[in-house]
T-cell receptor
Framework: DTAVSQTPKYLVTQMGNDKSIKCEQN?????MYWYKQDSKKFLKIMFS???????INETVPNRFSPKSPDKAHLNLHINSLELGDSAVYFC????????????FGDGTRLSIL | SQQGEEDPQALSIQEGENATMNCSYK?????LQWYRQNSGRGLVHLIL?????REKHSGRLRVTLDTSKKSSSLLITASRAADTASYFC????????????FGGGTRVLVKP
């Protein structure tokens, strides 16, 4: 009965490769997010989708492309991976109302060799 | 710099003691939220306080908000070893959307 689940949990790959991370939520929320947490634990929003429409794009490189096939899923595809992409990526969801708490997945730890 | 900045960055206490951490922010907010992150896990929402509220309680948690000073505090009373985690504040803007801006967190270690 996991609320927000993302796969894979760990991703180890080489520079230049393309990879995808999947996220699904079963909470019936309208809005989903991708965050990046760096090695110093700073958490920064990357994207937000509301009912399959992109509403937040925080000047993330074009190599990162989110895709939302339906409001329960938000996947993240990354092209031409770079060393600086190494981080933990978190998916989250919430109701589409200002001031609603966000529910997070357990993260995908991406390591670039 | 981060919208929300926590202080201290790290805190070590004995079980049973209280833990207090502070958060400062820069712009006007609609609400401020506190989250906990256990090692290797995602963030878990603890408590939300709206800009027109000054204090809120949830179990052993007490949150205050001072909008004139643009600061908030989280107090954990009678701490337990299971409270060992990183704690983050996040601010929600007055603008539309639910974009949260997180601080760098306070790492709390509760020693048994």
């Amino acid at each position: 009965d996991t609320a927000v689940s993302q796969t894979p949990k760990y991703l180890v790959t080489q520079m230049g490769n393309d990879k995808s991370i999947k996220c699904e939520q079963n909470l019936g929320h309208d809005t989903m997010y991708w965050y990046k947490q760096d090695s110093k634990k700073f958490l920064k929003i990357m994207f937000s989708y509301n009912n399959k429409e992109l509403i937040i794009n925080e000047t993330v490189p074009n190599r990162f492309s989110p895709k939302s096939p339906d409001k329960a899923h938000l996947n993240l595809h990354i092209n031409s991976l770079e060393l600086g992409d190494s981080a933990v990526y978190f998916c989250a969801s919430s109701q589409d109302v200002i001031g609603q708490p966000q529910h997070f997945g357990d993260g995908t730890r991406l390591s670039i060799l | 710099s981060q919208q929300g900045e926590e202080d201290p960055q790290a805190l070590s206490i004995q079980e049973g003691e209280n833990a207090t951490m502070n958060c400062s922010y820069k712009t006007s907010i609609n609400n401020l939220q506190w989250y906990r992150q256990n090692s290797g896990r995602g963030l878990v929402h603890l408590i939300l306080i709206r800009s027109n509220e000054r204090e809120k309680h949830s179990g052993r948690l007490r949150v205050t908000l001072d909008t004139s000073k643009k600061s908030s505090s989280l107090l954990i009373t009678a701490s337990r070893a299971a409270d060992t985690a990183s704690y983050f504040c996040a601010t929600g803007p007055r603008a539309a959307g639910n974009k949260l801006t997180f601080g760098g967190g306070t790492r709390v270690l509760v020693k048994p």
